[in-house]
């Protein structure tokens, strides 16, 4: 399998460590999203029409994008995707408020100040999204609060939550107020199978 | 069941959509998220922490939200969801398109627009996030004129994607330059069990 990815993105992270987890790898294929390769007509035509990553060629003539999806594809039917009706659901759940009410702060918030470093031009932007990544972390704070992982055991719930979490303070997001998250960061880091972002091989 | 939900909203629709197509029904609870209730202790605590709609009430002690898990959840298992393993992550992939790169963008503007009917103090929001829609329903577009759906035969990847694509002219956006989704549209709407937005019984 090819991943196409960027190195420092916690979508293309959370696909590495779920590989990890699972004992699997992938040729890594850097993609640069700022200088524009992913908008080439090749890029959309062969790998994702929507012109993101990451992008996983299971093979030569298939290519599968959106992390969580891709997620999905490699955990179903092992020990990261639970085997319950309603588990399964709830592990899907928290994978949307991750895509819908985290990622579009927090990582975006992360993305003007630690990979574009430009906080002075995006000051407004980051102002508008920064109430929207604590909310999030409010509520996974709540959750976790009752709960060791975000649906029973260690599933790629916690993965894909995981990704753009532990590099929030990237963005400006103290986690300081969020004690439940803390713990819940370091719980998943001793997980046996860990990699870090940076880790390129395992 | 019971179902928290509006019944204008595009995110509620779907599940409306998906029990009808599947011959199931649910008790339709009116929540106004406008003036506030899905922001109570009682609703963020009982049904969802993330105080959105729709939440789906299982049974009296099981409460799911985030729509697109909710309709996997109502049909995995049924023909709305394919058997093979990478079917059921590309439906997931347009599933997740859906709430990452369709509704931030289409569905917000349509709120602005058509539902607090505020195109005036929203005007650089939806200035802002107008582009985001037309990138959005151009992906679609390229993608079904090579495909009846979204993934094999009719899924919920394209109730997902039916149900705020089907009232974007209300975002202010034109399909007409997008015949593939203008046909799709059709098709969907012609499906064997299929009911309006307005619908309330089936």
């Known amino acids: 399998m090819r991943l196409h990815q960027m190195q420092d993105s916690g979508n293309c992270y959370k696909v590495r460590l779920t590989l990890a987890h699972l004992g699997q790898t992938a040729e890594l294929i850097e993609v640069d999203i700022l200088t524009g390769p992913s908008r080439t007509d090749e890029f959309l035509d062969r790998l994702n029409l929507n012109g993101r990553v990451p992008v996983l060629e299971v093979d030569d003539s298939t290519a599968l994008p959106e992390s ?3 997620l999905w594809f490699l955990a179903e039917g092992t020990r990261l995707v639970p085997e319950d009706k309603l588990a399964r659901a709830r592990v899907l759940q928290w994978m949307f408020f991750d895509q819908y009410s985290h990622e579009p702060y927090i990582a975006t ?8 470093d430009d906080a002075e031009g995006f000051a407004r932007q980051i102002e508008e999204r920064t109430p929207g ?21 260690f599933t790629i719930a916690d993965i894909a939550l995981y990704a753009y979490t532990h590099v929030a303070g990237e ?11 803390r713990l819940w960061l370091a719980d998943v880091a001793e997980q046996t199978g860990h990699i870090d972002m940076e880790a390129r091989s395992w």
Request: glycine residues 12%.
């Open 68 to 70: 969580n999806a891709i």
């Open 109 to 116: 918030v992360r993305f003007w100040k630690h990979i574009l």
């Open 133 to 153: 990544g604590c909310a999030a972390l409010s509520v996974m704070d709540r959750h976790l609060s009752q709960n060791r992982f975000f649906v029973g055991d």
């Open 171 to 181: 963005g400006g997001f103290d986690l300081q107020g969020y004690p439940s998250v």
